[in-house]
């Protein structure tokens, strides 16, 4: 069994073994503004979501992560509709995700059934 909860201060250690990218104030403003998720599979911690929003007005979900042992089973699925639902609920209508360049992030998304709206050309 599996729940999804808003990120809190006691989630810090956990969330900082997974996203090696924010700092620490920039974690309290997202626990503070319930922007960051938690997702628990039998009271353990396996994934996260945080988000931002872009132009001030569009949810953008900048990180999604599930534990590897757990991929593949529908976790990432369930964290990304319980935030889209959120988002909705919030009075959003349309958002958006960052895939990296990763074949396996690029077709999670897809079949979600978001679409690419940009991307990076790089030159040589």
């Known amino acids: 069994m ?3 909860r808003y990120a809190q201060e006691s989630d810090k250690e956990f969330w900082f073994t997974v996203d090696k990218i924010i700092d ?3 974690f309290e403003r ?3 503004d319930n922007m960051c998720y938690i997702f628990e599979h039998c009271r353990q911690k396996i994934g996260i979501l945080r988000y931002q929003l872009f132009q001030d007005n569009i949810p953008f979900c900048n990180l999604l992560v599930i534990h590897p042992e757990y991929r ?3 976790c990432g699925k ?3 509709r319980f935030w889209e639902q959120d988002m909705r609920e919030q009075g959003y209508f349309t958002a958006m995700v960052c895939a990296k360049i990763s074949e396996d ?3 999670f998304y897809r079949k979600m059934g978001y679409r ?3 991307g990076t050309n790089h030159t040589g």
């Open 2 to 4: 599996y729940s999804i």
């Open 24 to 26: 620490e104030k920039t």
């Open 30 to 32: 997202k626990i503070r």
């Open 72 to 74: 593949h089973q529908g």
């Open 78 to 80: 369930a964290l990304l």
């Open 105 to 107: 992030i690029q077709h």
């Open 116 to 118: 690419e709206i940009g």
